[in-house]
Structures are given as C-alpha cells and as structure tokens.
C-alpha cells in the first residue's frame, strides 16, 4: 500500500503497453531491426497516487510515459482512463481526453516558447481549449494558477530566460495543471535542478496533490527523490518491468536481484538482502538485440539455467508485491535452478559460433 490511507479508485489501468522503435537503414531504407523499448507493461494508477518509474538510463522510462499520454504511438497494448481506452480515440474525444492527462518535462527551459510571456505561456492550454468566454476570466485563472504555483504576479509578463531554473519549472507545472488534469506525468521533474531546489519543487508537486487530488507517474533515476514521493514504485530494466510494490515494501524488501542492485549502491539504503556492491557490473545489453530469457540474466549475480532460456512472468510474491524474477518460481527444476556465472554466460553468448 502506498503513504495515503485516502488513495482512490483508479484512474489509468495500462495493460500490455509495448513500444519497438523500428530502426531504419539509410533515409528510405526499411526497418532492419526494432529497439525493444518498451515490453509488456501492466500497471495501475489509483487516484492521488505517486506512482514511481524507475531504473537506469535508457530502460525504457519516458516511452512508457510517451506511450501513456500518446505522444509515441504504443505498439500494443491499452491504456484505460477512467474506465475508457485512451488508445482508440480520436477526434474531439481524443482532444477531450487529453486535458486530462498532462506532462512535466525535465528541462523546462525548451518546453517553453521564449519569445511568449509568462502570463500567455500558462494561459495557452485555456487558450486552445476555448475554456473561458472573457479575457478578464482568462487573466483571473492565470494569476490564480501563479499563486497556486508560488510565482510572483508581478513576473506575469516575463520572458522565461529571466527565470531560474525552479521558477521555469513552476512555469511548466502551472502549465500543465491550468486545465485541471487529473495525471500529470513528470518525466525526470527535478533532475536538472539543483539539490536545494528539488526539494521546493517536490514539496509543490505534493501540495499540489493534495489540493487538487492529483495522479502522479513520477519518473526517475533518482531512488532517493522516489523514496520520499512515491506510494508505488515500478522498476523497469531493458524496457522489461522487474518489479513493482508499494514504496515502503520494495525499499524494505526488495526481491528482484536488479532492485537490489539499485538499492546497494545508495548509502543510506542498507538492506540485509543487498550484500554485493559491486553487482551491476557490465554494460547495458542493445535493446536492439535484448538477451533471450530474462533480460537481466547476463548481469545477475543470482543467474541460473532457467534464466537466459525463458522470460520469467510477473507474479505476486507476497501480498501486492509483484516481481518478474525465476528466483520466486516455485516449479522448477534442480537442472533449472543450477547457478551460472552471469558474465560466462555473457561471454558465452557474444563469441562468435564456429
Ligand atoms: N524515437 C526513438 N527511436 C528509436 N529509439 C528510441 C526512441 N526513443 C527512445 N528510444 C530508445 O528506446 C530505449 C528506451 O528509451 P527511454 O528514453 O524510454 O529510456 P529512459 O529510461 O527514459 O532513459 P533516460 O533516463 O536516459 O531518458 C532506449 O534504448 C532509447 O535509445
């Protein structure tokens, strides 16, 4: 369960979401190959929920995010919000169910138009959507959203290069709540920011919240910023969902040799289930040419036989407490539990047959 006794019904239900990139040869060339971005993801977001994406670079975080709002295409899958399949609509239904669902970007700075002031930056979602019939209601909703956002009504008609970082970002924030969403997805909000400034910005996100019932997909490589914000945490690996539980119970007990291996490396994290540090050795496999089995196999400490053969599933491991793992497969074989060393079996793979 996550930190909010009060955390409603659900509001996004994704099922299935996958994205492959196709990789083109030359300007017209057909598709040689696919980047394996994004497999299979299932997961839910209850109303006012933090729910935290996590892993490291390139493990397919922001496409799912993309993939949600639509900006990216999914290949399959589906996204329901409040009940109905985001994935089919078009048109003005289509429009209509986009004010729902809005992003925060990381870099606030080239998501902001310069040469519009902040007053007409904030006001462009109203704008489009026609929301309001007078200018004079227009202007009350912008300067109520400054207010809310904690920017200054005498910068109303500022540029956004004479902002600091953390202004601009509450530029964005007020942006992306003018219309009133109920999923605000917030793709690496603070990671451009300094320290002192991230915690501003996370302390408004979760006043936000609370005032306005906001949902959250909180993207982040940041464990420590996930520990204080997120009630859910899913954490993702080569665009493969590895784990996913409340926050409190995958911090205290993670299960997944990768989660484990995320949390070793955080000082203040110490877990009797993290004992090597040194366990996320080797680079990232192509995810053009994902390794077969569980993806994770060629770096994990705990790899056996089973793993590069067949991809584990996810199944509840205790109550609510998903993880995608062979350790926590209760019907294999002795021949399938055997141990192998992750880096031979790597280098087994790579060698070229002769
Ligand atoms: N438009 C695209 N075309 C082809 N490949 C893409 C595209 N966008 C992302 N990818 C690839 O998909 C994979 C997942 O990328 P994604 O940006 O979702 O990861 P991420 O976890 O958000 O990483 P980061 O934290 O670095 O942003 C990466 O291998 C990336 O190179």
Redesign the pocket.
């Known amino acids: 369960m996550g930190k909010k006794a009060d955390m409603g019904d659900a509001v996004l239900e994704v099922e299935h979401l996958t994205k492959r990139?196709p990789?083109k040869k030359g300007l017209f060339g057909k598709a040689a190959a696919q980047?394996h971005?994004l497999e299979d993801a299932s997961f839910t977001v209850h109303r006012g929920e933090t729910f935290a994406i996590v892993?490291e670079?390139?493990?397919?975080?922001?496409?799912t995010g993309k993939c949600v709002l639509r900006l990216t295409e999914p290949t399959e899958g589906t996204v329901l919000l409040d009940g109905e399949d985001f994935t089919k609509l078009s048109g003005e239904a289509l429009t209509r169910a986009r004010q729902k669902m809005k992003l925060i970007f990381q870099d606030p700075y080239s998501s902001l138009n310069p040469r519009m002031t902040v007053a007409d930056i904030i006001a462009e979602p109203i704008d489009i959507a026609g929301t309001y019939q007078t200018r004079a209601e227009r202007d009350a909703r912008v300067e109520e959203i400054m207010g809310a956002v904690g920017l200054d009504l005498a910068f109303k008609y500022r540029y956004p290069h004479e902002f600091s970082g953390g202004q601009r970002q509450r530029i964005g924030i007020a942006r992306a709540i003018v219309l009133e969403p109920e999923v605000v997805v917030c793709d690496?909000p603070v990671s451009a920011l300094d320290v002192s400034v991230q915690a501003k910005v996370i302390n408004l996100l979760e006043e936000l919240q609370d005032s306005l019932g906001l949902s959250y997909i909180f993207?982040s490589?940041d464990l420590s910023v996930v520990k204080h914000i997120a009630d859910t945490v899913m954490v993702m690996y080569l665009?493969h969902t590895m784990e996913l539980a409340g926050k409190e119970e995958l911090f205290d007990n993670p299960l997944h040799p990768y989660t484990q291996a995320l949390l070793a490396v955080i000082p203040q994290i110490r877990h009797e289930r993290i004992q090597d540090k040194k366990i996320l050795e080797g680079d990232v496999p192509s995810?053009t040419n994902p390794p077969t089995g569980c993806v994770f196999h060629t770096r994990c400490p705990r790899c056996m036989r089973v793993c590069s053969e067949r991809v584990p599933q996810m199944r509840e491991v205790t109550g609510g407490h998903q993880c995608a793992c062979h350790l926590y497969d209760e019907d294999l074989t002795d021949e399938e539990r055997e141990p192998v060393m992750a880096r031979a079996l790597a280098e087994a793979e790579e060698a070229p047959s002769s």
């Open positions: 990139y990789v980047v971005a892993g670079s390139g493990c397919g975080k922001s496409t690496e993207i490589h665009g995810p």
